[in-house]
């Protein structure tokens, strides 16, 4: 297959960009295998939502950065393996390489064989975060990508609403543009607080942003 004229020049210009990224350099330094671990971080931080004991439930996990991020503020002293003091479970499509102490499950949440899964991975346990990476695959064609972000949201919005404790807490990423209104009123039927955030680690010329609701209505 044939590129399109200047691709090559834009591949280039990403490459470059990627590799001198200060937050690919630094996930490569703190052993994180994308730099995504730092988005979710200061949204922890900047909210305060995950706490050692919690039960936390990575819908869209793979390649697992964000499970790495919640694995190590569940342990103490913040170690990447050993002990760890809560339950996470990370849920994706695609294959996932193993994190110590996360329980993934490869599948779709939609499905009942999945959701059994799930129910035996939490043990009774009710869930105090989820946290949701998901995005759809971008067909360049916005009212067609728009629908997509709109059922994904539905989605980890019912998701919570049927896992969560009456005070958890939901973050996803979603984009702004055709589309967003409908997600934000989706957190806003869900959540009696629902807060916008745009992480540092969030390219500039990204659409994507982060909702964070959590008390549920």
């Given at each position: 297959m044939k590129s399109k004229p200047g691709s090559g020049k834009v591949n280039k210009a990403w490459l470059h960009d990627h590799l001198n990224d200060p937050y690919v350099k630094q996930a490569q330094k703190d052993g994180y295998r994308a730099r995504a671990a730092y988005k979710l971080k200061e949204i922890d931080e900047t909210f305060g939502l995950i706490h050692p004991g919690d039960t936390v439930v990575d819908l869209g996990c793979a390649p697992g950065a964000w499970s790495q991020y919640v694995r190590r503020r569940l342990a103490p002293q913040g170690a990447a393996v050993g002990a760890l003091n809560g339950v996470i479970v990370g849920l994706d499509l695609l294959p996932m390489e193993p994190i110590e102490g996360v329980d993934f499950i490869q599948?779709?949440?939609?499905?009942?064989?999945?959701?059994?899964?799930?129910?035996?991975?939490?043990?009774?346990?009710?869930?105090?975060?989820?946290?949701?990476?998901?995005?759809?695959?971008?067909?360049?064609?916005?009212?067609?990508?728009?629908?997509?972000?709109?059922?994904?949201?539905?989605?980890?919005?019912?998701?919570?609403?049927?896992?969560?404790?009456?005070?958890?807490?939901?973050?996803?990423?979603?984009?702004?543009?055709?589309?967003?209104?409908?997600?934000?009123?989706?957190?806003?039927?869900?959540?009696?607080?629902?807060?916008?955030?745009?992480?540092?680690?969030?390219?500039?010329?990204?659409?994507?942003?982060?909702?964070?609701?959590w008390g549920l209505k």
């Open positions: 599948g779709d949440f939609r499905e009942d064989a999945v959701l059994a899964q799930l129910e035996a991975a939490l043990d009774g346990k009710v869930v105090d975060v989820v946290v949701s990476d998901m995005a759809p695959n971008l067909s360049g064609i916005s009212s067609a990508d728009a629908a997509r972000m709109e059922h994904l949201i539905e989605l980890a919005v019912a998701f919570a609403t049927e896992h969560l404790k009456p005070q958890g807490a939901l973050v996803a990423k979603v984009f702004h543009g055709p589309g967003y209104n409908t997600v934000f009123g989706y957190f806003k039927q869900a959540f009696q607080t629902v807060k916008v955030h745009k992480p540092k680690a969030s390219r500039d010329r990204s659409s994507e942003t982060f909702l964070i609701g």
